[in-house]
């Protein structure tokens, strides 16, 4: 096996604790070690960094799955209207009743999720909104355009920009999913069937529909893409106050 001898000193890994090669004198031995060091680090890392986007995204997709199982049930609900008959009937008010079922669970869904996420969402939020005008002054603190060397700053800021723009569009579908429920309801051929019943349970869900539980922003503001844009202009009306301040 071909190998490099090299000093001690020039092998630095991330972590020490590896004995399986000699790596402070085999070369191929060191980069074997740093490489696994360095995925290991970046795998544990990531779910760290990312676990609250992966939990919010995956919330947000089981929203709108059940939302569309919702419109696809509606779709179904009244799709035979004649002939009429007592065993149509019974099979439409046991459909209708699962319905409801699960449009309670998808409510009750998001209220529990926006119990835990409101002062989550507001924390990221206003750090988001510190760390956006901290990028905004450092890029230009030496003049416009960023030169080379705080040009990092740039793609900080557009990652930050990024995140904040992946949840307020999560929000924005939920809303909007959960409000079309009512208008899913209203066009099933409800005026075509002699049972009241069937009636005052598809006006319920309508009626619930429009208390739509969403996710917000510390209880103080919906999360959604009218505040994404406000939260960016702030960004930018923070750092002009602060760039005239300092001058």
Known sequence: MLYVVITADSNILIYKGYDLC???TNI???RMV???QTFFMFAQALPTAFAFDYIFVSCVTYIYIGSEQLANAFRQLFLLVHPESEVLMKLR?????EIVDQHNMIMNFVKEVNSLTCIILLAQFCCSLGSMTFCLYMSTVDGIPPDNEHLH???LYMSIVTELLLFSVG?????????SIAKDAFEVDWYLTGQSQLRRDLCFIMQ???NIKTF???NMSDLNLILFVTVVKSSVSMYTLINQLSQ
Do not use: P
């Open 22 to 24: 000699d790596y402070q």
């Open 28 to 30: 191929l031995c060191y």
């Open 34 to 36: 740093l490489s696994w």
């Open 93 to 97: 008010r046991e459909n209708l009743k």
């Open 153 to 155: 700053y740039i793609m």
């Open 171 to 179: 929000g924005t579908i939920t809303h909007d999913k959960l409000q």
């Open 208 to 210: 619930r529909s429009q």
């Open 216 to 218: 917000r922003v510390g």
